[in-house]
């Protein structure tokens, strides 16, 4: 078991995931499209911002909670759908959902997960969204929406930057798909792995229970992935996503949104929110690192939307600038998820434990008591 104590910064939790996992399996969470420009630009876009504290404020006490569609959290944070990632750790949706549920965020549930919207309310509950994927059967992803709503979920983030599939070049290089099975080209890489090895065995490998049965239109032999990347419908959409609203009555959100013209139109469609997103980097290589998009969209939209940030958050910092720059919280998925391939549920809330740490400090340094003071005029221009 790693030493979680030891891991001082989410790089730190990184590494050690990355000495557990075959690294098929690593690179496919860790990596980018193509020469993963987006990839680096959206941590990079952090490190350009420079904030300008204020001095002499009384911040012997400060409060990190906020509200996220009426409803407190302990962090302007939640955690972001992830795909796949029980080829990782088993169970491994299950053990962030449960971490973001002891933190008190909200979880999203990715579609290509390995447990069912149902078995994660049933089993853990908390905060729970659902992020969707638009695949071309309609009537499959209709009956997403209606379980969701039977299983009590809150929100449902559409996934819209997904047309198609990014090329990301680590998987093929790797031979990976999922489900996840070693071959002649990872063996190696596998042996030499055996605390994830071992979970394997005692648990098998995981496969996506939402598309179990599912009828998919490329042939046999296709691995999921590829499979479920060739679903997407192209076709989607705002009049799509109008059927989609009137189906959903609880809170919409876009997931995918860089343009503030995009933003606008959601918002005088009925959503609720958008997630200012490039898919991790996963998908374009080249577009705009999300912290750029953001000011932008902000200003379109003002109050008429909830407006989240996702892409490159490594530090409680990072959580401040987004807020300064008009994000009302962050998603994130590469820091927890790295806490939960290195240790667990509890390296999970050590993702956690240290962003929500960070960001204290870095509201004591900045002059800010509350997450409601934090504004644009932390930002040096």
Known sequence: MADLARAVNIEDLRRLARRRLPRAIFDFFDGGAEDEVTLRDNRAAF?????LPRVLVNVAEVDTAVSIF?????????????????????????????AAKACGVPFTLATPSAFTLERVAEEVGGRLWFQLYAVRNREFREKLLSRAEKSGYEAVLVTVDLPVSGKRERDPRNGFHTP??????????????????????????????????????????????????????AGLDWEAL?????????????????????????????????VVSNHGGRQLDGATATLDALPDISRAVGNKLTVLLDGGVRRGVDILKARALGAQAVLTGRATLFGAMAGGEAGARRALEILSSELERAMQLCGVRSVAEIGPDLIAT
């Not at 009426?70 to 053990?95: C, D, V």
């Not at 005692?202 to 479920?228: C, W």
């Open 70 to 98: 009426n409803q407190k959290a302990s962090l302007p944070l939640a955690i972001a759908p992830t795909g796949g990632i029980s080829a990782g750790r088993p169970g491994a949706e299950l053990l962030l959902a449960r």
């Open 242 to 274: 109008k059927r989609l609203r009137e189906l959903w009555p609880r809170k919409l959100l876009l997931k995918g949104v860089e343009r503030a013209d995009d933003a606008a139109r959601a918002a005088a469609l009925g959503c609720d929110g958008v």
């Open 180 to 233: 996840y099975s070693p071959s002649w080209r990872n063996s190696r890489d596998v042996i030499l792995k055996p605390a994830w090895l071992l979970e394997i065995l005692r648990n098998g490998l995981p496969g996506m229970a939402h598309f179990e049965g599912y009828q998919f239109s490329t042939p046999k032999g296709t691995d999921i992935v590829t499979a479920v990347g060739r679903e997407m419908d």
């Open 47 to 51: 490190e350009r911002v420079r904030l």
